[in-house]
């Protein structure tokens, strides 16, 4: 019994001893990221949701260039190019944010003149909601306020008051910003919070003046689609009735800015955008729902009546004329295979596609501008929500070769570095010098939907503009 608990020693000994001789297995190697990885590996930055939005250390703006922002997803199609250069970008955060808005948004077309950018927001809120006029300038990189709905309207307490601008901001040849206001939420446009019509409003550059041009041009109606004649000083509109209106479905309108007076009001209105052709006065949009009505001419030195003209276009936002005189047109994309792009002579009025605009998963694309030569256009899929799904791309749409670039993945670089994404937009404008690519962008900090709104300047690079 002894020697075979002695031999049992020895073994476990001489075992102890063989394991001790072997080699260490090699430690695993962790592969190193490559530029494209680390971006795709980076946790996003902790934020706390403050209001008003901050940026990080007390800064009132971020100017930043890097390679990340060529960095493209896995959605990107065929046939779309990159930039080879980077752009610079400034990121602001807007003011006036003080409070939770549900949410706080942009929804109007912003416009850029002057040296100067101007663009809306609102906070959402119905009954009692309230919207902000805005100035940019990019030499100082600071806001100034031109218009406070709810300082400019003061209702009383229980009133309605829009908490949306839905229109665009367009600038009349008497040097006033024009623009008209829409409801937060579909339910309070109601005889029960005193809802008689919305306005139609101005603010002025020079002075930060606002002052109320007409409530209610088409009564019991909010006012989400507009441009203007800056000549003539005309405003065109498209309504959405409220909830106690008479006349039902969306009526298109023309108001005498100067003479104080409709001109025109009529059902089987513009939908979501117009068309306003300075070489010739005359205004387009499509009748009724949706994008397959028939196109319909204005013409104030003609008739104060619409007429139907033949051609078929998509027509959910448009560019200002360029000096070639065409219009460039871009249909919604909701709800269909894609986005189609669309020229529109405005002497012939002749429409032709030019094929689809999205570059990746995103189609619908509710703000499109032309540079002042007429050659690029700028656009964001993903208005709605979503443009993060394809990085938040920034295209740039060359109209002599057909083709698309992205100058700009603005995702995941600012969620990464502030803990911002951005979700979309309704509001885009390019400097009459073509240089910079203004974006005011529905931005999130926490969440599947937007909650503030965050302004970027993009400083297009000259070589991607040649």
Not at 99 to 120: F, Q, R, T
Not at 368 to 378: H, N, V
Request: proline share 8%; hydrophobic share 35%.
């Amino acid at each position: 019994m002894i020697r075979l608990i002695s031999l049992i020693a020895m073994m476990v000994l001489l075992l102890a001893c063989l394991v001790d001789a072997a080699p260490p297995k090699p430690e695993k190697t962790a592969k190193q990221p490559t530029a494209k990885s680390k971006a795709a590996q980076a946790k996003p930055a902790k934020v706390t949701v403050t209001f008003p939005p901050q940026l990080p250390d007390g800064k009132q703006f971020l100017t930043e260039t890097s390679p990340e922002f060529l960095e493209p997803p896995k959605t990107l199609r065929d046939g779309v190019t990159i930039a080879k250069t980077p752009p610079t970008i400034d990121f602001l955060y807007y003011p006036g944010q003080d409070y939770p808005g549900k949410p706080w948004s942009n929804w109007g077309d912003s416009l850029a003149v002057g040296g100067k950018y101007y663009a809306s927001i609102g906070d959402h809120l119905a009954p009692a909601g309230n919207a902000f006029v805005y100035e940019y300038d990019p030499a100082t990189k600071s806001f100034r306020q031109l218009a406070n709905l709810r300082e400019l309207l003061q209702l009383p307490e229980g009133h309605y008051s829009p908490g949306k601008i839905h229109s665009r901001l367009d600038l009349g040849d008497d040097g006033w910003l024009y623009f008209s206001t829409q409801r937060g939420s579909t339910k309070v446009t109601a005889d029960a919070f005193h809802y008689t019509g919305d306005w139609i409003v101005r603010c002025h550059p020079g002075t930060a003046k606002a002052e109320v041009v007409v409530r209610g041009p088409v009564p019991k109606h909010c006012i989400p689609t507009s441009v203007l004649d800056p000549k003539r000083l005309i405003y065109y509109g498209g309504t959405a009735a409220g909830t106690d209106a008479s006349a039902k479905g969306i009526q298109f309108f023309a108001y005498d800015v100067q003479a104080k007076k409709v001109l025109y009001s009529g059902p089987e209105g513009a939908y979501r955008y117009i068309i306003f052709a300075p070489s010739t006065g005359r205004a387009y949009y499509l009748a009724g729902e949706g994008e397959k009505g028939p196109l319909m001419r204005f013409d104030p030195a003609v008739s104060n009546v619409p007429v139907k003209i033949d051609g078929e276009i998509g027509l959910r936002s448009a560019t200002q004329e360029t000096p070639q005189g065409i219009v460039y047109t871009i249909s919604s994309g909701q709800g269909q295979g894609d986005a189609q792009l669309w020229s529109f002579e405005t002497k012939t009025e002749k429409a032709q596609s030019l094929g689809p605009a999205s570059v990746g998963s995103q189609a619908y694309v509710a703000s499109l501008d032309a540079d002042p030569t007429g050659r690029f256009l700028y656009y964001v899929p993903g208005a709605h929500g979503g443009s993060e799904q394809d990085h938040a791309a920034v295209v740039q749409y060359d109209v002599q070769k057909r083709t698309k670039k992205v100058i700009a993945f603005l995702h995941p670089f600012y969620q990464e570095r502030i803990g911002c994404t951005l979700k979309g937009t309704y509001s885009t404008a390019v400097d009459p010098a073509g240089d910079k690519l203004y974006i005011t962008w529905n931005a999130s900090r926490s969440s599947q939907v937007w909650d503030c709104c965050a302004l970027t300047v993009i400083h297009i690079p000259e070589s991607e503009r040649r």
